[in-house]
DNA sequence: AATGAATGAGAATTCATTCAT
DNA sequence: TATGAATGAATTCTCATTCAT
């Protein structure tokens, strides 16, 4: 299964073909149908298992007490560090995740934005709980703050994991901690207002 | 043509089928192949011409004249506003090089990259730019800033023109002006460092 | 035309395309259509227009008056001296007569084989008058020996043109003279028996 | 297999189709790419493996002792019995070696001029271990004389198969001993000079 | 559990021919 | 006469899925 997700994520879903599965696999094709219902199915598997390792990292990093600026910059750069070491780990996880999920069919699809729905209500929640800790101001656009922040994680990740070509196999010159810090840096003045 | 970005933005590269243009255009199969050379040349040209209405944007929006702070953040804002409305006006192309065009083959996922990276590059040359106008302090980690900066922008507006379920006809309740601005002061809070 | 026919004797019927031709003779797909029914009919007409041609080099060989048996060797070298030049100047045709006829739909066949029947009645009747004029023994298996006889003309003639991998540019290093006396020496002693 | 052979010997290669090929099989479409990697993969194995029967023939009738000029001629109409017998036996195969495959695409075509290089290869090596048992005279257009050699053989083995119309399905009226004798009969003869 | 041969519904593409101008 | 855009039927090939063993 990971090497199909490999595969999924270097060459996509529509160019990764059942008979290249199965050959990475050493299996016969039968097999693959014993396993799973379709090649569909196993994508979306894939994606959901990914769904709930990916929550797991963030609600780790849930805010619990109050604390100065300065606590609040450090517990998001904790919170980025981890997942951007996260995905560092997996890779071909957030391959899916990230860029090559879309191209694939409705279901696969929704699927892939059901994961990015459930992360941003994390951040959301998380920023709530900020606020309600009055760490942070409350302000009538939140949700447009925490959109872009979402936006801005998201963003700098892909790039961070893949680089500018998408390059599966990209390895960024900057360590998870300081792309993280950076970020949080952007966070922090972004949602500061 | 535009029909078939139409389609290649709705359903993927993949789930559009020759057949799906040629009907959407009202013509015959043969007939494609008379204007087109295949479904993957198709695609590239629909990017590579993208790719030019794009970059026209970005350079009328390029740097000058040293400004004030304040005119730093207009003009910033005011390139994003223009970026937002260009998406906005073209979003079915903006859906192919946002989304849609990973899933594609190899030749046309590279034209998506292409043209990120010439966009990339663009934002780069602004904020050098800047930075030799001495409007920002020049700083040894500019190319990680940029980088953050790009994905920031990317990630709105992705977000802002396709919502979290990247649904092609969805529609911001915010408009480009103020997304634009909202997004310029956190780039600019980012940038100063 | 003369343009279709070198197509036709490099590339095969079925692998020279109309577009081909019509691009080869700088006009329009359209104007081919009016000038020739089909491709088929076009063909059909390359290899009558030949046929003609190559009948008419017999033609002129044909044996008129009795005499010794040099005589008759002589004549015999003459007339395919004659044929090996013809076939040397009109290399696209014998290509289409030889080799590539064969290969095209069954009226274009049908065009091939009976330039060849003609071809094969000419030197049965120019054998037959050499036995009237008791130049040759009379047998009974006379047809069989013209048989081997044309056999032995146009192998040696599809060799001597196009080479052992028939290639239409093939050029040999013996002279139309000494590989047409070469063959009347073979062809006698087998007609003599 | 052996049905698709028959296919391209009867109508040629372009115009068999690959559902032609299924048809006369009774299997789907699919299964022919399960078996074949495409047609032109197809014919291509079909051509090498006929050519491998085809040298084995040859080769069975490879001079090995030095013998009197009637053993000479008689070796001769045994191996071209021989290869008679197996042509007739292989008409399909024949049929595809020597009418058909020229029609068809070039690696197909490549296929097939190397059998009949091969085959040549044999003849000249026939030739020469006659010269070396001193059975026929050295001389310096052995090359020549073995071109026309099987020049002849080629052409009479044609026009004996499939008879001046080039119908697959020909029955020639001498049985192949006495076509053999008789076209050994012109070899000594041309031979010898 | 596992195999691998078989399937068949499409997929992209080709190309001889037509036709309005 | 000539054009070139348009056609559509045909063709090769693909591939997810099934099924007998």
Redesign the interface.
Known sequence: MSLALELFARK????TKVSDVVKSAGVSQGTFYWYFESKEKLAIQLIEDGKEKLNKVIEQGYRKHAGSVDDMVRSSARLLTDLFEFADQNRYLMALLL??G????PLV??AV?QT??TF?EAFKNNVNRAIELQMLPSTI?LS??V??L???????L???LFG???DVDYKST?PPSE?AE??A??EF??LM?
């Open positions: 996509g879903y529509h160019n860029i090559k879309q191209g694939a069919d699809r929704d934005s990015w729905l941003e656009d447009l703050r959109t872009i979402v936006s801005l994680i998201t963003g700098v892909t790039k961070w500018p070509m998408h900057y792309i950076e970020t840096r952007f003045r972004g207002g």
